[in-house]
């Protein structure tokens, strides 16, 4: 393998363990000792664990998702149906379900993530298409109670002691360094030993997925508690959803925040599906592994900085910057496929040779370095998204209201997965690059906003007011 990607990858480490002594350095935004220190710890370590728990199920089974459908015989075509399946059923049936954690209960919606994406696992055993569209449908609500019960459960959890909210930032860049990093690269090198070493077949790292998560499921089962939205406020799921729609067109700041979320989002999808054919253009032969595992120490740096970062300001101070870098990061591929789309070079033609290049070339190398910041601020987005919508976001219908964030980033990478083979390369990075702009600009309107009403005063909404179109929240 080309002594580039470990160059990259140590450089990496460095950076990552830099960074890891100016935390520790700069000591903590948790005191030393104090009356809540130890039970916050206690709660920060539990639900950490259970996180990376959850993200290795899912890390399990991202390298091996397309090759296993390759596997069975099955065509681009039939594959990118078996996609849109997933993120269709995310967008319309995973914000139901993700919704009902508000009035059933989070820890309830989180085993339910267990047991469908459990499921899910087990149909990639079978060749049948049918099986394998009704796993994707399920996988589909599954990643949507991945990313609203967990965050909604520990954010209540987290009130509910009186802890203050400020150290819920130590909390999610804690999770996101260890879940969508360490777990990360530790996921793949799995999957990777169980596919190639001991040659169990591409269904094997779901078989592991599967197991992983059930372990998780039995932690949340016997150590977590039951939190709800608000139960004194047993509303019908169709009045959840008039509160939701109410409190986001009520106040703009989490109406904002619903934008850049779905904005940011969006284009982080799209570039799942895209980084691979803009860095091999022509079929080079590249390795897909080292590349996923430099992409997931960038990613560490950026939850690491963003943990430092949170140390001295508020995420509104700092995040548009995160935005501008990763829109100008997406941009740079433009310069090297204008004309050219997915498997044919500018011209139409099919690009790939018979005999394709073993190495990545120089304009590769100059997108890798692009690609590395875009998922550097990946890594400072997450735990940075999830601490601001612990401050605006209502208490009652949380869950609610971040899958209804997630429709329009859903539709948009359905479309996307749909016409990938229509559009031009640098006019879909285009695209992902002018939605990270103005991601950037609707931060600085953010804390604008944000700097003139004031701090947000702790509570839950007023359910009535709410529905009749007030805010519900004071300033």
């Not at 599967?210 to 039951?226: H, Q, R, Y």
Request: proline share 4%; charged share 15%; with cysteine.
């Amino acid at each position: 393998m080309d002594i580039f990607y470990y160059v990259v990858f140590g450089i990496l480490s460095i950076l990552v363990g830099g960074l890891l002594l100016t935390q520790n350095k700069e000591g903590s935004i948790v005191p030393a000792s104090g009356a809540n220190v130890q039970q916050f710890l206690k709660l920060r370590d539990n639900y950490v664990f259970v996180y990376a728990l959850m993200m290795a199920g899912d890390w399990l089974q991202g390298p091996y998702v397309y090759a296993l459908y390759q596997y069975y015989g099955y065509g681009v075509k039939e594959i990118g149906q078996l996609f849109i399946a997933g993120f269709g059923s995310s967008m319309i049936v995973g914000t139901v379900v993700g919704a009902l954690g508000d009035k059933y209960g989070r820890k309830k919606a989180a085993l339910l993530y267990v047991i469908l994406y459990s499921i899910s696992c087990y149909t990639k055993h079978y060749l049948d298409f049918r099986v394998l569209m009704i796993g994707r449908f399920l996988g589909g609500i599954a990643t949507s109670l991945l990313f609203s019960a967990f965050e909604s459960w520990i954010v209540a959890e987290h009130f509910s002691k009186g802890l203050e909210e400020r150290w819920l930032g130590e909390t999610f860049s804690k999770a996101v360094f260890v879940g969508n990093g360490l777990v990360a690269i530790l996921a793949g090198l799995v999957a990777n030993y169980l596919v190639d070493n001991l040659r169990l077949g591409p269904v094997a790292p779901f078989d592991a997925s599967a197991f992983v998560l059930i372990t998780g499921g039995a932690v949340i089962l016997f150590t977590w508690g039951e939190n709800y939205g608000d139960p004194k406020n047993q509303n019908s799921l169709s009045q959840q959803f008039k509160m939701a729609t109410a409190a986001i067109m009520g106040d703009q700041r989490i109406a904002m925040l619903g934008a850049m979320q779905s904005l940011f989002e969006a284009s982080m999808y799209s570039f799942v599906f895209l980084w691979t054919p803009a860095l091999s253009p022509k079929g080079e032969i590249i390795p897909h592994g080292m590349i996923f595992a430099c992409f997931m120490a960038a990613s560490m740096v950026g939850s690491a900085l963003s943990a430092i970062l949170m140390k001295r300001s508020k995420p509104e101070m700092f995040m548009k910057y995160v935005f501008g870098a990763a829109g100008v990061a997406l941009a740079v591929p433009c310069l090297f496929h204008l004309g050219a789309v997915i498997g044919k070079g500018a011209d139409g033609d099919a690009s790939h040779t018979s005999q394709p290049a073993t190495g990545i070339s120089t304009q590769g190398q100059i997108q890798l370095m692009a690609f590395l910041v875009f998922e550097a601020t990946v890594g400072a987005f997450w735990p940075s998204m999830m601490t601001m919508r612990a401050h605006y976001v209502p208490e009652d219908i949380r869950s609610t209201i971040i899958n209804f964030f997630r429709i329009p980033l859903n539709l948009f990478v359905c479309v996307i997965l749909y016409n990938v083979h229509l559009f031009p390369l640098s006019a879909m990075f285009g695209l992902c690059s002018a939605f990270l702009g103005l991601a950037a600009m609707l931060m600085v309107q953010l804390e604008r906003i944000s700097a003139k009403n004031g701090p947000v005063i702790r509570g839950m909404p007023d359910t009535e007011a709410l529905l009749s179109g007030g805010q519900g929240r004071s300033d």
